[in-house]
């Protein structure tokens, strides 16, 4: 069964302070690893796709990052309208997408 | 510009009874899906579509029903039988088989009251 585990549950930063999130996944013959974010009450909002590992991409304060077993969201300087909740997601089989709880964001002005 | 509309944004339903949420999409995507949200757990996939007049069961379909009459629209019926529909519930629209990421509608939640 494929899974995908984010940690941490949740991060709180002073404004500033790079950190990273983590997405551990296991999805059998995965073809996209996603990240999205997740503001309260709100649809998810598409980041970035991965595709194979080693592969990098960046967004404004946000680089995401693959490996064979992990992904990572970094970011860089946050600032308090980063704060959201992140989703991992990983793509295995035709349209079986399996998604991770999430890890919220909080960041502190 | 382009998006997904999930109406309404809040919904009560009482015990017994059906109650259906909107989706519709502009964004001319062959494939459309439905996800629920609850507290602690991933998105979990109620149902998809493909093409018009065809769906697929995922998940957790048992107590939903669907339906795919036009491109643009898949709404999605919570039945009586479906024991703990408190939740989140999410439309979600993509290019082929979903290999290039979702977009997502802003959700109803529904309540049972």
């Known amino acids: 069964e494929d899974q995908v585990t984010q940690s941490p549950e949740a991060l709180r930063l002073q404004e500033g302070e790079s950190s990273s999130l983590n997405c551990s996944y296991t999805?059998?013959?995965?073809?996209?690893l996603f990240w999205y974010r997740q503001d309260p009450g709100k649809g998810p909002e598409f980041l970035f796709t991965l595709y194979s590992a080693g592969e990098e991409k960046e967004k404004e304060r946000l680089k995401a990052t693959l490996t064979k077993k992990e992904s990572f969201l970094h970011i860089t300087a946050p600032k308090p309208e980063d704060s959201a909740t992140y989703l991992c997601?990983?793509?295995?089989?035709?349209?079986?997408?399996?998604f991770g709880i999430g890890t919220k964001l909080q960041v502190i002005p | 510009d382009g998006g997904i509309t999930q109406s309404p944004k809040y919904l009560f339903r009482k015990e017994g009874q059906n109650v259906t949420l909107s989706c519709e999409q502009n964004l001319n995507h062959d494939a459309m899906y439905w996800y629920r949200q609850d507290p602690g757990q991933g998105l979990r996939l109620i149902y998809y579509?493909?093409?018009?007049?065809?769906?697929q069961k995922g998940d957790i379909a048992e107590g939903y029903s669907v339906s795919r009459e036009k491109k643009e629209s898949f709404p999605l019926t919570v039945t009586s039988a479906q024991k703990n529909p408190t939740a989140f519930y999410l439309c979600?629209?993509?290019?082929?088989?979903?290999?290039?990421?979702?977009?997502f509608g802003s959700g109803t939640r529904l309540t049972v009251v």
């Open positions: 979600a629209s993509s290019i082929g088989g979903g290999d290039y990421g979702y977009t």
């Open positions: 579509s493909q093409i018009v007049n065809d769906f």
């Open positions: 997601a990983g793509a295995g089989g035709y349209q079986k997408v399996t």
């Open positions: 999805v059998s013959g995965l073809r996209g």
